[in-house]
Protein backbone atom coordinates (compact mmCIF):
# COMPACT_ATOMS: atom_id res chain seq x y z
CA UNK A 1 0.00 0.00 0.00
CA UNK A 2 3.15 5.02 -5.33
CA UNK A 3 1.41 7.66 -4.94
CA UNK A 4 2.46 11.36 -5.61
CA UNK A 5 2.93 14.26 -2.89
CA UNK A 6 -0.66 15.77 -2.51
CA UNK A 7 -0.41 19.61 -3.93
CA UNK A 8 -0.55 22.05 -1.00
CA UNK A 9 -4.09 22.28 0.27
CA UNK A 10 -6.40 25.54 0.74
CA UNK A 11 -5.62 27.05 4.21
CA UNK A 12 -9.18 27.28 5.42
CA UNK A 13 -9.03 25.20 8.60
CA UNK A 14 -5.57 26.33 9.49
CA UNK A 15 -7.23 29.84 9.52
CA UNK A 16 -10.07 29.16 11.36
CA UNK A 17 -8.00 27.59 14.42
CA UNK A 18 -4.77 30.19 14.64
CA UNK A 19 -1.70 30.80 12.73
CA UNK A 20 0.16 27.79 11.92
CA UNK A 21 2.64 26.10 13.58
CA UNK A 22 6.13 25.75 11.39
CA UNK A 23 6.50 23.18 9.73
CA UNK A 24 8.61 20.28 11.37
CA UNK A 25 11.29 20.63 8.47
CA UNK A 26 11.17 24.02 8.75
CA UNK A 27 14.86 24.42 9.85
CA UNK A 28 16.93 21.63 7.25
CA UNK A 29 20.43 21.92 9.14
CA UNK A 30 18.92 20.90 12.73
CA UNK A 31 15.82 18.49 11.43
CA UNK A 32 17.96 15.23 11.40
CA UNK A 33 19.84 15.17 15.02
CA UNK A 34 16.05 17.00 15.80
CA UNK A 35 14.34 14.08 14.22
CA UNK A 36 16.99 11.34 15.85
CA UNK A 37 16.61 12.65 19.71
CA UNK A 38 12.73 12.49 19.03
CA UNK A 39 12.64 8.90 17.31
CA UNK A 40 15.07 7.53 19.87
CA UNK A 41 12.42 9.37 22.88
CA UNK A 42 9.25 7.99 21.15
CA UNK A 43 11.04 4.50 20.52
CA UNK A 44 11.58 4.25 24.55
CA UNK A 45 8.00 5.27 25.50
CA UNK A 46 6.53 3.28 22.87
CA UNK A 47 8.71 0.23 24.22
CA UNK A 48 7.05 0.86 27.96
CA UNK A 49 3.73 1.07 26.77
CA UNK A 50 3.63 -1.76 24.32
CA UNK A 51 5.84 -4.25 26.90
CA UNK A 52 4.24 -2.65 29.89
CA UNK A 53 0.54 -3.12 28.79
CA UNK A 54 1.03 -6.04 26.23
CA UNK A 55 2.31 -7.68 29.61
CA UNK A 56 -1.03 -6.75 31.48
CA UNK A 57 -3.15 -8.10 28.69
CA UNK A 58 -1.38 -11.25 28.49
CA UNK A 59 -2.12 -11.41 32.59
CA UNK A 60 -5.86 -10.86 31.99
CA UNK A 61 -5.81 -13.27 29.00
CA UNK A 62 -4.64 -16.17 31.57
CA UNK A 63 -7.16 -15.54 33.66
CA UNK A 64 -10.16 -15.28 30.66
CA UNK A 65 -8.65 -18.81 29.35
CA UNK A 66 -9.50 -20.50 32.57
CA UNK A 67 -12.89 -19.22 33.04
CA UNK A 68 -13.56 -19.76 29.20
CA UNK A 69 -14.13 -22.72 27.57
CA UNK A 70 -12.50 -23.13 24.07
CA UNK A 71 -15.63 -22.59 22.44
CA UNK A 72 -16.68 -19.30 24.22
CA UNK A 73 -13.32 -18.49 22.76
CA UNK A 74 -14.17 -19.21 19.26
CA UNK A 75 -17.18 -17.04 19.39
CA UNK A 76 -15.15 -14.38 20.41
CA UNK A 77 -12.57 -15.07 17.29
CA UNK A 78 -15.53 -14.71 15.32
CA UNK A 79 -16.02 -11.24 16.34
CA UNK A 80 -12.37 -9.94 16.72
CA UNK A 81 -12.16 -10.87 13.27
CA UNK A 82 -14.79 -9.13 12.00
CA UNK A 83 -13.61 -5.97 14.22
CA UNK A 84 -10.00 -6.60 13.19
CA UNK A 85 -11.35 -6.52 9.26
CA UNK A 86 -13.35 -2.94 9.38
CA UNK A 87 -10.81 -1.14 11.65
CA UNK A 88 -8.35 -1.49 8.51
CA UNK A 89 -10.71 0.84 6.44
CA UNK A 90 -12.74 2.54 8.93
CA UNK A 91 -10.52 5.85 8.74
CA UNK A 92 -9.92 5.31 4.34
CA UNK A 93 -6.26 5.70 5.14
CA UNK A 94 -6.13 9.11 6.24
CA UNK A 95 -4.18 7.70 10.01
CA UNK A 96 -1.65 7.06 7.46
CA UNK A 97 -1.32 10.53 5.54
CA UNK A 98 -1.62 12.35 9.02
CA UNK A 99 2.04 10.57 9.73
CA UNK A 100 3.06 11.12 6.21
CA UNK A 101 2.52 14.50 5.34
CA UNK A 102 4.96 17.10 5.83
CA UNK A 103 2.45 20.43 5.81
CA UNK A 104 0.58 21.67 9.09
CA UNK A 105 -1.33 18.74 10.89
CA UNK A 106 -4.33 21.46 11.54
CA UNK A 107 -4.79 22.15 7.74
CA UNK A 108 -5.91 18.97 7.31
CA UNK A 109 -6.88 17.37 10.61
CA UNK A 110 -10.65 18.77 11.22
CA UNK A 111 -11.60 17.15 7.74
CA UNK A 112 -9.60 14.15 8.28
CA UNK A 113 -11.94 13.44 11.19
CA UNK A 114 -15.05 14.26 9.60
CA UNK A 115 -13.77 11.60 6.88
CA UNK A 116 -13.15 8.68 9.64
CA UNK A 117 -15.93 9.40 11.52
CA UNK A 118 -18.39 9.16 8.80
CA UNK A 119 -16.69 6.33 7.22
CA UNK A 120 -16.45 4.52 10.40
CA UNK A 121 -20.56 5.56 11.17
CA UNK A 122 -21.30 3.59 7.37
CA UNK A 123 -19.42 0.44 7.77
CA UNK A 124 -20.85 -0.09 11.14
CA UNK A 125 -24.36 0.50 9.70
CA UNK A 126 -23.63 -2.24 6.69
CA UNK A 127 -21.73 -5.04 9.53
CA UNK A 128 -25.13 -4.70 11.60
CA UNK A 129 -27.05 -5.53 8.77
CA UNK A 130 -24.49 -8.53 7.50
CA UNK A 131 -23.76 -9.76 10.73
CA UNK A 132 -26.34 -12.55 10.65
CA UNK A 133 -25.14 -14.01 7.32
CA UNK A 134 -21.23 -13.78 8.62
CA UNK A 135 -22.03 -15.51 11.81
CA UNK A 136 -23.95 -18.19 9.86
CA UNK A 137 -21.40 -18.51 7.53
CA UNK A 138 -18.37 -19.39 10.44
CA UNK A 139 -21.03 -21.91 11.70
CA UNK A 140 -22.12 -19.53 15.13
CA UNK A 141 -25.33 -17.78 14.64
CA UNK A 142 -25.06 -17.38 18.24
CA UNK A 143 -22.30 -14.75 17.59
CA UNK A 144 -24.17 -11.94 16.10
CA UNK A 145 -25.15 -10.19 19.91
CA UNK A 146 -21.43 -10.68 20.41
CA UNK A 147 -20.16 -9.28 17.08
CA UNK A 148 -22.23 -6.25 16.92
CA UNK A 149 -21.48 -4.73 20.46
CA UNK A 150 -17.61 -5.65 19.70
CA UNK A 151 -17.72 -3.79 16.50
CA UNK A 152 -19.00 -0.57 18.01
CA UNK A 153 -15.63 -0.33 18.86
CA UNK A 154 -14.98 0.67 14.85
CA UNK A 155 -16.91 4.14 15.31
CA UNK A 156 -14.92 5.08 18.54
CA UNK A 157 -12.03 4.46 16.40
CA UNK A 158 -13.16 6.18 13.93
CA UNK A 159 -13.53 9.22 16.60
CA UNK A 160 -10.19 8.41 18.29
CA UNK A 161 -7.88 7.59 15.24
CA UNK A 162 -6.75 11.74 14.01
CA UNK A 163 -5.66 12.58 17.43
CA UNK A 164 -4.22 9.17 18.61
CA UNK A 165 -2.30 9.59 14.93
CA UNK A 166 -1.11 13.04 15.97
CA UNK A 167 0.42 11.60 18.81
CA UNK A 168 2.75 9.31 16.77
CA UNK A 169 3.13 12.10 14.29
CA UNK A 170 5.09 14.15 16.98
CA UNK A 171 6.61 10.77 18.69
CA UNK A 172 4.27 12.18 22.07
CA UNK A 173 4.58 8.29 23.18
CA UNK A 174 4.83 9.13 27.06
CA UNK A 175 1.06 10.70 26.50
CA UNK A 176 0.07 7.42 24.71
CA UNK A 177 1.29 5.24 27.42
CA UNK A 178 -1.16 7.37 29.92
CA UNK A 179 -3.74 7.00 27.46
CA UNK A 180 -3.68 3.47 27.13
CA UNK A 181 -2.79 2.63 30.36
CA UNK A 182 -6.40 3.90 31.58
CA UNK A 183 -8.00 2.48 28.51
CA UNK A 184 -6.49 -0.82 29.82
CA UNK A 185 -7.45 -0.58 33.45
CA UNK A 186 -10.83 -0.36 32.42
CA UNK A 187 -10.92 -3.59 29.74
CA UNK A 188 -8.83 -5.45 31.97
CA UNK A 189 -11.54 -4.97 35.23
CA UNK A 190 -14.64 -4.72 33.16
CA UNK A 191 -13.79 -7.97 31.24
CA UNK A 192 -12.62 -10.37 33.83
CA UNK A 193 -15.66 -8.91 36.41
CA UNK A 194 -18.15 -9.80 33.62
CA UNK A 195 -16.13 -13.21 32.34
CA UNK A 196 -16.60 -14.55 36.39
CA UNK A 197 -20.10 -13.84 36.61
CA UNK A 198 -20.43 -15.68 33.61
CA UNK A 199 -21.05 -13.27 30.84
CA UNK A 200 -19.09 -15.61 28.44
CA UNK A 201 -17.94 -14.05 25.17
CA UNK A 202 -19.76 -11.19 25.86
CA UNK A 203 -17.37 -9.89 28.72
CA UNK A 204 -14.84 -9.24 25.70
CA UNK A 205 -16.83 -7.30 23.98
CA UNK A 206 -18.33 -5.04 26.20
CA UNK A 207 -14.82 -4.93 28.03
CA UNK A 208 -13.29 -3.38 24.76
CA UNK A 209 -16.03 -0.94 23.83
CA UNK A 210 -15.68 0.68 27.40
CA UNK A 211 -11.88 0.95 26.91
CA UNK A 212 -11.91 2.22 23.61
CA UNK A 213 -14.29 4.97 25.08
CA UNK A 214 -11.84 5.73 28.13
CA UNK A 215 -8.75 5.87 25.29
CA UNK A 216 -10.77 7.80 22.75
CA UNK A 217 -11.46 10.31 25.72
CA UNK A 218 -7.97 10.51 26.57
CA UNK A 219 -6.72 11.12 22.86
CA UNK A 220 -9.06 14.30 22.04
CA UNK A 221 -8.22 15.99 25.79
CA UNK A 222 -4.58 15.14 25.53
CA UNK A 223 -3.78 15.63 21.69
CA UNK A 224 -1.39 19.19 21.25
CA UNK A 225 -3.52 19.82 18.34
CA UNK A 226 -7.76 20.33 19.23
CA UNK A 227 -9.56 17.98 17.11
CA UNK A 228 -12.75 18.93 15.80
CA UNK A 229 -15.16 17.72 12.78
CA UNK A 230 -14.36 20.33 9.79
CA UNK A 231 -14.94 20.26 6.16
CA UNK A 232 -12.61 21.60 3.46
CA UNK A 233 -13.50 19.85 -0.02
CA UNK A 234 -9.65 20.81 -1.06
CA UNK A 235 -8.43 18.93 1.97
CA UNK A 236 -10.64 16.21 1.55
CA UNK A 237 -9.87 14.98 -2.30
CA UNK A 238 -6.29 14.67 -1.30
CA UNK A 239 -6.95 13.11 1.97
CA UNK A 240 -9.00 10.36 0.49
CA UNK A 241 -6.39 10.53 -3.24
CA UNK A 242 -3.62 9.44 -0.96
CA UNK A 243 -5.39 7.23 1.79
CA UNK A 244 -7.40 5.31 0.03
CA UNK A 245 -4.47 3.06 -1.96
CA UNK A 246 -2.65 2.68 2.17
CA UNK A 247 -6.47 1.86 3.25
CA UNK A 248 -6.53 -1.13 0.52
CA UNK A 249 -2.92 -2.13 1.16
CA UNK A 250 -3.83 -1.87 4.87
CA UNK A 251 -7.37 -4.47 4.11
CA UNK A 252 -5.30 -6.59 1.90
CA UNK A 253 -2.49 -6.49 5.10
CA UNK A 254 -5.08 -7.23 7.65
CA UNK A 255 -7.06 -10.05 5.00
CA UNK A 256 -4.41 -11.88 5.16
CA UNK A 257 -3.54 -12.31 8.72
CA UNK A 258 -7.32 -12.57 9.94
CA UNK A 259 -8.30 -15.21 6.49
CA UNK A 260 -6.70 -17.87 8.59
CA UNK A 261 -9.61 -17.47 11.54
CA UNK A 262 -12.03 -17.47 8.46
CA UNK A 263 -10.96 -20.82 7.13
CA UNK A 264 -10.54 -22.23 10.27
CA UNK A 265 -13.89 -21.31 11.35
CA UNK A 266 -15.75 -22.51 8.23
CA UNK A 267 -14.43 -25.82 8.01
CA UNK A 268 -14.05 -26.52 11.61
CA UNK A 269 -15.84 -25.71 14.69
CA UNK A 270 -15.72 -23.32 17.09
CA UNK A 271 -13.60 -25.18 19.41
CA UNK A 272 -11.29 -25.76 17.50
CA UNK A 273 -11.22 -21.87 16.05
CA UNK A 274 -10.82 -21.10 19.94
CA UNK A 275 -7.69 -23.37 19.70
CA UNK A 276 -6.58 -21.88 16.93
CA UNK A 277 -7.00 -18.36 18.02
CA UNK A 278 -5.56 -18.58 21.37
CA UNK A 279 -2.01 -19.79 19.83
CA UNK A 280 -1.74 -16.95 16.71
CA UNK A 281 -2.50 -14.89 19.45
CA UNK A 282 0.74 -16.10 21.39
CA UNK A 283 2.80 -16.29 18.22
CA UNK A 284 1.90 -12.57 17.61
CA UNK A 285 3.15 -11.64 21.25
CA UNK A 286 6.59 -10.81 19.49
CA UNK A 287 5.05 -8.41 17.02
CA UNK A 288 2.95 -6.74 19.24
CA UNK A 289 5.63 -6.28 22.20
CA UNK A 290 8.78 -5.46 19.82
CA UNK A 291 7.29 -4.59 16.89
CA UNK A 292 4.07 -2.24 17.44
CA UNK A 293 6.65 -0.52 19.52
CA UNK A 294 8.50 0.50 16.76
CA UNK A 295 6.48 0.90 14.11
CA UNK A 296 4.94 4.08 16.05
CA UNK A 297 7.72 5.61 15.07
CA UNK A 298 9.20 4.09 12.44
CA UNK A 299 6.70 4.71 9.77
CA UNK A 300 7.62 8.78 10.62
CA UNK A 301 10.88 8.12 11.47
CA UNK A 302 11.04 6.20 7.77
CA UNK A 303 9.54 9.15 6.24
CA UNK A 304 11.69 11.88 7.35
CA UNK A 305 14.63 9.91 6.02
CA UNK A 306 13.10 9.33 2.83
CA UNK A 307 15.48 11.50 0.77
CA UNK A 308 18.53 9.96 2.19
CA UNK A 309 19.47 6.46 1.07
CA UNK A 310 22.20 5.99 2.80
CA UNK A 311 20.70 7.33 5.94
CA UNK A 312 17.69 4.87 5.52
CA UNK A 313 19.54 1.64 4.65
CA UNK A 314 21.46 2.44 7.77
CA UNK A 315 18.08 3.04 9.35
CA UNK A 316 16.79 -0.24 8.38
CA UNK A 317 19.73 -2.36 9.17
CA UNK A 318 19.19 -1.06 12.41
CA UNK A 319 15.71 -1.07 13.27
CA UNK A 320 15.91 -5.13 11.51
CA UNK A 321 18.77 -6.36 13.68
CA UNK A 322 17.36 -4.92 17.13
CA UNK A 323 14.02 -6.60 16.34
CA UNK A 324 15.43 -9.38 15.69
CA UNK A 325 17.32 -9.57 18.06
CA UNK A 326 15.10 -9.03 20.95
CA UNK A 327 12.13 -11.68 18.95
CA UNK A 328 14.28 -14.71 17.85
CA UNK A 329 14.55 -16.20 21.64
CA UNK A 330 11.07 -15.31 22.34
CA UNK A 331 9.51 -16.88 18.92
CA UNK A 332 12.25 -20.04 19.37
CA UNK A 333 10.98 -20.63 22.89
CA UNK A 334 7.40 -20.45 21.69
CA UNK A 335 8.01 -23.15 19.04
CA UNK A 336 10.17 -25.22 21.03
CA UNK A 337 7.78 -25.25 24.40
CA UNK A 338 4.82 -24.55 22.80
CA UNK A 339 2.81 -27.57 24.77
CA UNK A 340 4.31 -27.45 28.29
CA UNK A 341 3.66 -23.22 28.38
CA UNK A 342 0.34 -23.92 26.93
CA UNK A 343 -0.06 -26.66 29.83
CA UNK A 344 1.45 -24.53 32.36
CA UNK A 345 -0.31 -21.20 31.93
CA UNK A 346 -3.33 -21.72 30.14
CA UNK A 347 -4.29 -25.22 31.30
CA UNK A 348 -4.94 -28.63 29.90
CA UNK A 349 -7.50 -27.99 27.77
CA UNK A 350 -5.16 -25.29 25.32
CA UNK A 351 -2.53 -28.21 25.20
CA UNK A 352 -4.15 -29.61 21.44
CA UNK A 353 -2.95 -26.00 20.10
CA UNK A 354 0.59 -26.61 20.46
CA UNK A 355 0.32 -28.70 17.16
CA UNK A 356 -0.17 -25.28 15.55
CA UNK A 357 1.90 -22.97 17.83
CA UNK A 358 4.98 -24.55 16.69
CA UNK A 359 4.76 -23.16 13.21
CA UNK A 360 2.87 -19.91 13.99
CA UNK A 361 5.97 -19.05 15.59
CA UNK A 362 7.73 -19.10 12.53
CA UNK A 363 5.04 -16.97 11.37
CA UNK A 364 5.28 -14.66 13.82
CA UNK A 365 9.09 -13.63 12.89
CA UNK A 366 8.32 -13.27 9.79
CA UNK A 367 5.53 -10.67 10.14
CA UNK A 368 8.02 -8.53 12.57
CA UNK A 369 9.97 -8.51 9.19
CA UNK A 370 7.23 -7.73 6.55
CA UNK A 371 5.72 -4.91 9.05
CA UNK A 372 9.23 -3.09 8.43
CA UNK A 373 9.08 -3.49 4.90
CA UNK A 374 5.20 -2.35 5.13
CA UNK A 375 6.15 0.96 6.95
CA UNK A 376 9.53 1.28 5.08
CA UNK A 377 7.41 0.78 1.48
CA UNK A 378 4.72 3.85 3.08
CA UNK A 379 7.55 5.83 3.90
CA UNK A 380 8.76 5.42 0.10
CA UNK A 381 5.69 6.07 -1.96
CA UNK A 382 5.48 2.53 -2.68
CA UNK A 383 1.60 1.97 -2.35
CA UNK A 384 -0.04 0.79 -5.37
CA UNK A 385 3.66 -1.71 -4.62
CA UNK A 386 2.15 -2.60 -1.49
CA UNK A 387 -1.18 -3.49 -2.91
CA UNK A 388 -0.20 -5.88 -5.40
CA UNK A 389 2.15 -7.61 -2.38
CA UNK A 390 -0.77 -8.21 0.17
CA UNK A 391 -2.74 -9.35 -3.21
CA UNK A 392 0.18 -11.73 -3.83
CA UNK A 393 -0.05 -12.81 -0.32
CA UNK A 394 -3.87 -13.46 0.17
CA UNK A 395 -3.93 -14.98 -3.40
CA UNK A 396 -1.58 -17.62 -2.16
CA UNK A 397 -2.26 -18.07 1.33
CA UNK A 398 -6.10 -18.50 0.59
CA UNK A 399 -5.85 -21.82 -1.07
CA UNK A 400 -2.77 -23.03 1.05
CA UNK A 401 -5.17 -22.28 4.15
CA UNK A 402 -8.09 -24.47 2.76
CA UNK A 403 -6.10 -27.39 1.98
CA UNK A 404 -4.23 -27.34 5.02
CA UNK A 405 -7.11 -27.40 7.12
CA UNK A 406 -8.73 -29.82 5.47
CA UNK A 407 -5.85 -32.12 5.22
CA UNK A 408 -3.89 -31.30 9.05
CA UNK A 409 -6.90 -29.02 11.00
CA UNK A 410 -5.09 -26.00 12.51
CA UNK A 411 -1.62 -27.64 12.54
CA UNK A 412 -2.70 -27.52 8.65
CA UNK A 413 -3.46 -24.64 8.26
CA UNK A 414 0.19 -23.13 10.67
CA UNK A 415 1.83 -24.88 8.77
CA UNK A 416 0.31 -23.07 4.66
CA UNK A 417 0.44 -19.73 6.99
CA UNK A 418 4.50 -19.99 7.79
CA UNK A 419 5.37 -21.32 4.42
CA UNK A 420 4.00 -18.57 2.32
CA UNK A 421 5.48 -16.09 4.41
CA UNK A 422 9.00 -17.41 4.65
CA UNK A 423 9.12 -18.75 0.93
CA UNK A 424 6.97 -16.42 -1.02
CA UNK A 425 6.09 -13.32 0.47
CA UNK A 426 9.51 -12.11 2.35
CA UNK A 427 11.24 -12.65 -0.99
CA UNK A 428 8.85 -10.55 -2.97
CA UNK A 429 8.76 -7.94 -0.17
CA UNK A 430 12.85 -7.93 -0.15
CA UNK A 431 12.98 -7.40 -4.23
CA UNK A 432 10.54 -5.05 -4.25
CA UNK A 433 12.78 -2.56 -1.55
CA UNK A 434 15.60 -2.99 -3.81
CA UNK A 435 14.13 -2.16 -6.67
CA UNK A 436 13.29 1.27 -4.69
CA UNK A 437 17.49 1.81 -4.87
CA UNK A 438 17.35 0.30 -0.81
CA UNK A 439 20.41 -2.12 -0.42
CA UNK A 440 18.71 -5.01 2.00
CA UNK A 441 22.61 -6.49 2.36
CA UNK A 442 23.34 -4.68 5.71
CA UNK A 443 19.71 -5.57 6.91
CA UNK A 444 20.55 -9.45 5.87
CA UNK A 445 23.51 -9.02 7.50
CA UNK A 446 22.06 -7.43 10.78
CA UNK A 447 20.31 -10.90 11.29
CA UNK A 448 23.49 -12.79 11.44
CA UNK A 449 23.78 -12.78 15.38
CA UNK A 450 20.05 -13.11 15.87
CA UNK A 451 19.82 -16.22 13.96
CA UNK A 452 23.11 -17.88 14.93
CA UNK A 453 21.57 -17.16 18.57
CA UNK A 454 17.90 -18.64 17.58
CA UNK A 455 19.95 -22.03 16.19
CA UNK A 456 21.57 -22.29 19.90
CA UNK A 457 18.01 -21.90 21.86
CA UNK A 458 16.58 -24.45 19.58
CA UNK A 459 19.44 -26.76 20.35
CA UNK A 460 19.48 -26.35 23.75
CA UNK A 461 15.88 -27.02 24.23
CA UNK A 462 15.97 -30.12 22.35
CA UNK A 463 18.58 -31.56 25.02
CA UNK A 464 16.55 -29.78 27.70
CA UNK A 465 13.26 -31.42 26.75
CA UNK A 466 15.44 -34.67 26.87
CA UNK A 467 16.50 -34.56 30.26
CA UNK A 468 13.65 -33.20 32.33
CA UNK A 469 9.93 -34.19 32.06
CA UNK A 470 7.69 -32.11 33.65
CA UNK A 471 6.20 -29.13 32.21
CA UNK A 472 7.21 -26.33 34.51
CA UNK A 473 10.89 -28.02 34.96
CA UNK A 474 10.96 -27.38 31.03
CA UNK A 475 9.80 -23.44 30.98
CA UNK A 476 12.34 -22.91 33.84
CA UNK A 477 14.83 -24.56 32.99
CA UNK A 478 14.59 -23.88 29.38
CA UNK A 479 14.25 -20.07 29.79
CA UNK A 480 17.25 -20.09 31.75
CA UNK A 481 19.84 -22.34 29.43
CA UNK A 482 18.15 -20.19 26.76
CA UNK A 483 19.27 -17.11 28.14
CA UNK A 484 22.67 -18.80 28.97
CA UNK A 485 23.45 -19.94 25.04
CA UNK A 486 21.22 -16.31 23.39
CA UNK A 487 23.11 -12.99 25.45
CA UNK A 488 26.55 -13.47 24.53
CA UNK A 489 25.31 -14.01 20.78
CA UNK A 490 23.90 -11.17 20.96
CA UNK A 491 25.06 -8.71 23.34
CA UNK A 492 27.72 -7.25 20.36
CA UNK A 493 24.51 -5.65 19.36
CA UNK A 494 24.29 -3.32 21.83
CA UNK A 495 26.20 -0.64 19.58
CA UNK A 496 22.76 -0.94 17.76
CA UNK A 497 20.83 0.56 20.40
CA UNK A 498 19.43 4.45 20.35
CA UNK A 499 22.41 6.90 21.52
CA UNK A 500 24.99 4.38 20.46
CA UNK A 501 27.38 4.32 17.44
CA UNK A 502 29.30 1.57 15.73
CA UNK A 503 28.48 -1.77 13.96
CA UNK A 504 27.74 -4.58 15.72
CA UNK A 505 30.97 -7.31 15.09
Not at 43 to 71: D, E, H, K, P, Q
Not at 228 to 247: E, H, Q, T
Request: proline fraction near 6%; glycine fraction near 8%; aromatic fraction near 6%.
Amino acid sequence: MSADEPPPAARAVATELGPAAPPLNSEPAMEEPSVGRKVGRGLVWSLLNTVVLRLGIFMAGIVMARLLTTADYGVFAIAVTALTVLQAFNELGVSLAVVRWERDVREFAPTAMTIAVLNSLLIYGLLVVLAPWYCGLMGNPEAVPVVTVLCLAVVIDGIAIVPATILNREFLQRTRFFCDAASFVVVTTLTITLGASGAGPMSFSIGQVAGALVSMTCYLVLCPVRVRPGWNPVVAKDLIAFGLPLAAASLLTLSVTQVDKLVVGGIMDAAALGLYLMVFNQSSLPLQIFSEAARRVSLAGFSRMADDKKQLEQALARGVGLMMAAAMPVCALLACYAAPMLNVIYGAKWVPGSVALQFLAILGLARILLFIGYDLMVALDGNRVLIGLQGLWLGTVIPALVIGTLVDGIRGAAIAQAAVAVLIVLPAFAMMVARRGIRITPSVLACTRPLIGGVLVVGSAVLVREVFAGSLAQLLIGGLVAAVVYFPVVYPMRNLLPGRSGVAA
